[in-house]
């Protein structure tokens, strides 16, 4: 079964850090980019940042450069994102995809930047 599971947002004040996982399964995670992205509440789905199969190209939105780290483990089929330096407009849920061909989306892990 494909499926993607995001896990690890919460509620953080600004500045603060979280780190997010998404395990992927039903399909060889290993030959595909694997993408982040947000959707903030009345806003469209945004590509947050990108690793490719082999974690050698990685590319950010310019709103989280510097702040947020993608990296991934093709033995444990997961693709991470360290959220550093957070700010209120961090706030979103946070999904994870591959590409190309991307397949239906997991039910994300909420992330909440407020003091």
């Known amino acids: 079964q494909v499926q993607f599971v995001e896990s690890g947002g919460g509620l953080v004040q600004p500045g603060g850090s979280l780190s997010l996982s998404c395990a992927a399964s039903?399909?060889?995670?290993?030959?595909?980019?694997m993408n982040w992205y947000r959707q903030a509440p009345g806003k469209e789905r945004e590509l947050v940042a990108v690793?490719?199969?082999?974690?050698?190209?990685?590319y950010y939105a310019d709103s989280v450069k510097g702040r947020f780290t993608i990296s991934r483990d093709n033995v444990q089929n997961t693709v991470y994102l360290q959220l550093n330096s957070l700010k209120p407009e961090d706030t979103a849920v946070y999904y994870c995809?591959?590409?190309?061909?991307?397949?239906?989306w997991g039910q994300g892990t909420q992330v909440t930047v407020s003091s």
């Open positions: 690793i490719t199969n082999t974690g050698r190209s990685i």
């Open positions: 039903g399909f060889t995670f290993s030959i595909y980019s």
């Open positions: 995809n591959r590409q190309p061909s991307p397949l239906k």
